[in-house]
Structures are given as C-alpha cells and as structure tokens.
C-alpha cells in the first residue's frame, strides 16, 4: 500500500439501440432530470451485477450473496466431516455464525442478505471442524479475511455486527445519456398458433416502453483502499479484471427482446494521486445533433478533462481506447482493450513500488 492517495477514474462512452435495460417500478427505462432535460439512467446497482456477472463468466472467484449462508456453510462442513448429519451441521453452522455476531432465524436464515466469500466459507468449515470450542475474536477474524474480489471491491454491510463491515474500495455511477432522450413505445401483439385462420384478432397485445441513448458511463476505485482488502499483487490483477468487467458487462434487462448488447466506443482510464473526478459536468448542457452523439460526446468529455486540470493535479497517467470511428485528442492512445489494461497496470504498479522500493 501507498503512503500517498492512488485513484483509478474509468470514463466510458457507449451507445445503446432501442432497449430498456434498467426498469423502474412501472416498467419503464429508468430515466434522470439532468441540466434541465430528461436522460436515460441505468442505475449503479444494474451495473454492478452486470460485472459480478461477468467475473464469473470469465473465471474470477466471486462471492455469494445471500440469506442461506448456513446452509453453505452446513454444506461444506458436510464435506469436511462425514460423520455430520444434516441437523447436526446445520446447528453447528448457526452456532459459528452466531459467534461471530450474525443473527439466524428459526429458519436458519441470516436477517439480510450477507455476500461472504468462498474462502471464507472454507475457512469456517475448517476452523468449526478443528475447534470444539469457538473464539469470537478468531472467527470474526476469518470473516473479515479471504475477501473475494466483488466483496473487496464493492463492499459489504454487516448491520448485526459493523465489525464485519467491509469498505468498498470502488464506486459506480449510475449511467446517464450525455443528451437528452424522449420515451418511445411499441405496441406489440401475438397470433394463437391454432387459431392462424381467425380473423377475429390478437390472442396477446400489449405495449413496451424503451428509448436509445450514448451514456456516460464513470467508476473509481481507491486502489489503497482495494489493497487493504486484497494485497498488493491481488489488487493489481483486481484491478485489471475490474477493467475488462466494467468494459465488457452490460444489464440484461429486456436483453431477448431487443438484443441490445454492445461494446463501448470509447474509454479514458486515468490514475490519479489527488482525488477521483467524475467528468459528467461535460453533458450538464446536453448534447445536441442529427448526426449521431458519440463524436461530440468525445470532444466534450476530453474537453472536460482538459477544464479540470485548473483544480486538479494531472494524473499520473491517462490511456485512451477509442473506436477507430472517431479521433481523440488526447495523448496516451491504445489500440485494443488488452494494451489499455497493461498500460494501467503498469502505472499502477509503478507508483506501489515508488512508494515502497524494498517490496
């Protein structure tokens, strides 16, 4: 870890087509009043799945999140002990949890959601194996270690027991469109198979809400902060991973209805050593044009970059990675996501060694 702040801002641009990735409680794509005029919004919560998604896709351990937790850790301490039966490993399950300060129901159920990584489960199973008797204090311990890279980067809250609590190291905007969108609706309908020759109308209709949007899409991860969580090496190739996940996911809201999945058109990654920035302030006077929002979305957000150096320090280091439709005028270009995420790495690395020459 650095003795000095370390930020990593990504700023990604990305045109979505017709879609409705993000519903709100009516059914309709979220939206957000911005610089006086209606956008599209998908919330920080949609996207954050979407990666944790993605990361397991790609390989990466990620946690598990939910209010089953002791029957995962019965389950592993089935495996451990043969000689446990169902009831007895469930009891047993409870009584770790409840060392630790966790409430379980009558139904052995924890009282919220708990995201726990698979090393932890591991490494309860096997310390509630190798004890007869449980130390708070050396339980709690293994739940505040072997975190996962989603609980690392994205946090947990405990409310049972705040000891627990892990402080994301990364946080995510909600995606808005860099202009301002107007609400269209199809109107659908469905034939009976079995009754093609009836003139009589739909078996099925009904009416779909959706809207097409270039959204600004920012997140920030405290790489001190993530370190703390991880370990510098783990951090690091967190980080990297973090970056393809971020670039590559996507909500899958409506996805078969409007197969909607593309790739961003461009993205700035710059690391930082004062404060994270959020360029959003670009888009606060909406973009306007017939054709197409990407090539001046590009220009205001680079132009922004540009404006914020008056507060800011440079960054030690800015990658971009464009698509070849459009020109950036910033220096420090890549042609492909795998050079974007060696160069950040590097940078990264960089400044962790600066810091500590002896690691």
Known sequence: MTNQNLYLDLNVLQTV??????????????TALYGGVTRSRVSSQSWK????????????????????????????????????DE???????????????????KTNET???????????????????????????????????????DLALFGRMVADN????????????????THEVVPEFDYYTALDDLQADDTSGAAMLGTIEFNSSTLYRYANINV???????????????????????????????????????????AMIAVRTDTPVNLVSAFEDPVT??????????????KEYKSTLKFVDEPVSTTVLSDSKYDSKLDGQVD????????????????????????
Do not use: C, W
């Open 111 to 149: 009282g919220a959601l708990l995201l726990i990584s698979p090393g932890q489960i591991e490494k309860l199973a096997q310390y509630a194996t190798d004890h007869d008797e449980l130390d708070k204090k050396e339980v709690k311990q293994v739940l505040k270690s072997d975190n996962s890279l």
């Open 87 to 105: 009831e007895a490993a469930i009891a047993k399950s409870a009584a770790v949890y409840g060392a630790a300060g966790i409430k379980v129901s």
């Open 289 to 302: 044009s017939k054709n197409g929002y990407v090539a001046g979305s590009i220009s205001r957000l680079e």
């Open 17 to 30: 087509p017709s879609s409705n990735i993000n519903r709100d409680d009516t059914g309709a794509p979220k």
């Open 336 to 359: 492909n996501i795998s050079e974007l995420i060696k160069q950040v790495t590097e940078a990264l690395t960089k400044v962790v060694q600066d810091e500590n020459p002896n690691d």
């Open 224 to 266: 001190n902060e993530l370190i703390h969580n991880l370990g510098d090496e783990d951090a690091i190739k967190g980080v990297a991973d973090f970056i393809k996940s971020f670039l590559l996911s996507m909500p899958t809201g409506k996805q078969n209805t409007f197969a909607n999945k593309t790739l961003p058109n461009y």
């Open 162 to 177: 705040p000891e627990l609590n892990v402080e994301g190291s990364a946080q995510v905007a909600h995606a808005i469109s």
């Open 49 to 84: 799945r979407a990666i944790r998604t993605t990361f397991k896709d790609s390989g990466v351990t990620t946690g598990i999140r939910t209010k089953e937790a002791v029957q995962l850790l019965a389950d592993k301490l089935q495996t451990l002990d043969s000689d446990l």
